[in-house]
């Protein structure tokens, strides 16, 4: 009904910067908050930051100033910027959407399926 496609984790170094994108497609009439999560080994899943579909955002107090969550709505893809990575950002890091379908059966929150992001020297 709906699939994400998430991309751009991998491993840097401290200080260093990774952009991750999410891609949405299927049976979507539109999208209301877009967001990103992650879970540490050990963690609980956690929110990063979410926009709606009006462009407000919300960050997690431990990325402000570093992160930056853009969409486009025209692609129904959501972005996440990640400056000065620290070793303590290392996790899995998860898109959601909360997508209204072309049908209701198609309404709902979407997971994507992870991306691994490490900082490490």
């Known amino acids: 009904q709906v699939r994400l496609v998430e991309s751009g984790g991998g491993l840097v170094q401290p200080g260093g910067s990774l952009r991750l994108s999410c891609a949405a497609s299927?049976?979507?009439?539109?999208?209301?908050?877009m967001g990103w999560y992650r879970q540490a080994p050990g963690k609980t899943r956690e929110l990063v930051a979410d926009i709606n579909s009006g462009g407000s955002t919300n960050y997690a107090d431990s990325v402000k100033g570093r992160f930056t969550i853009s969409r486009d709505n025209a692609k129904e893809t959501v972005t996440l910027q990640m400056n000065s990575l620290k070793p303590e950002d290392t996790a899995v890091y998860y898109c959601k959407v909360d997508v209204i379908g072309r049908t209701r059966f198609s309404t709902g929150d979407y997971w994507g399926k992870g991306t691994q992001v490490t900082v490490s020297a």
């Open positions: 299927g049976s979507i009439f539109s999208i209301n908050t």
